[in-house]
T-cell receptor, first 114, second 108 residues
Framework: DAGITQSPRHKVTETGTPVTLRCHQT?????MYWYRQDPGHGLRLIHY???????DKGEVSDGYSVSRSKTEDFLLTLESATSSQTSVYFC?????????????FGNGTRLTVT | KNEVEQSPQNLTAQEGEFITINCSYS?????LHWLQQHPGGGIVSLFM???GKKKHGRLIATINIQEKHSSLHITASHPRDSAVYIC??????????FGKGTRLSVIA
């Protein structure tokens, strides 16, 4: 299995509080992604990174920010959590931008905003 | 942005049955992925296709570029195949767009 770890695995927080989710990889892969998964929706891309300090927005980026200060870590921050951000968050990594490189997923973080 | 449609949404099968899950998409793509999500939540990549057919064990994935359609087949299904199967497509170098998944339950 690809070395990808998400933390925390579960978190309950109150509306308005800041939350940071961490994705850590030991594969030295260039590309890292944050997705959210909600009932009735496919996985939706929040932000992604194509290198240290290089990030871009996905389709549901409002209310989220990311940082990648080193290859192995990709942080997702909710500056002021809202109930609509209750979701399961998945990090994924990819070695190469080309299509012959598979996507490897972390085990997910279940976030509940009360 | 591609729209990815999967069918059926839910599928229940008896152990041993041949299973087909379908994925249709609306515009030209460079690759299509099939993924599996087990009840515990972990997501695993099964196949990446840009043409033709791939096989791994009891799983077979096919794609018809002209028809904009892919199928995932499971032969001799087993309860451990119970999972959500997800189709995702890529156009050029854009990030993957995911379908909503097909929930498969295989009953012994």
């Amino acid at each position: 299995d690809a070395g990808i770890t998400q933390s925390p695995r579960h978190k309950v927080t109150e509306t308005g509080t800041p939350v940071t989710l961490r994705c850590h990889q030991t594969e030295n892969h260039r590309y890292m992604y944050w997705y959210r998964q909600d009932p009735g929706h496919g996985l939706r891309l929040i932000h992604y990174s194509y290198g240290v300090k290089d990030t871009d927005k996905g389709e549901v980026s409002d209310g989220y920010s990311v940082s990648r200060s080193k290859t192995e870590d990709f942080l997702l921050t909710l500056e002021s959590a809202t109930s609509s951000q209750t979701s399961v968050y998945f990090c994924a990594i990819r070695a190469d931008r080309e299509d012959n490189s598979p996507l490897h997923f972390g085990n997910g973080t279940r976030l509940t905003v009360t | 942005k591609n729209e990815v449609e999967q069918s059926p949404q839910n599928l229940t099968a008896q152990e041993g049955e041949f299973i087909t899950i379908n994925c249709s998409y609306s515009v030209g793509i460079s690759a299509l992925h099939w993924l599996q999500q087990h009840p515990g939540g972990g997501i695993v990549s099964l196949f990446m296709l840009s043409s033709g057919k791939k096989k791994h064990g009891r799983l077979i994935a096919t794609i018809n570029i002209q028809e904009k359609h892919s199928s995932l087949h499971i032969t001799a299904s087993h309860p451990r195949d119970s999972a959500v199967y997800i189709c995702a497509v890529r156009r050029g170098n854009t990030p993957l767009v995911f379908g909503k998944g097909t929930r498969l339950s295989v009953i012994a």
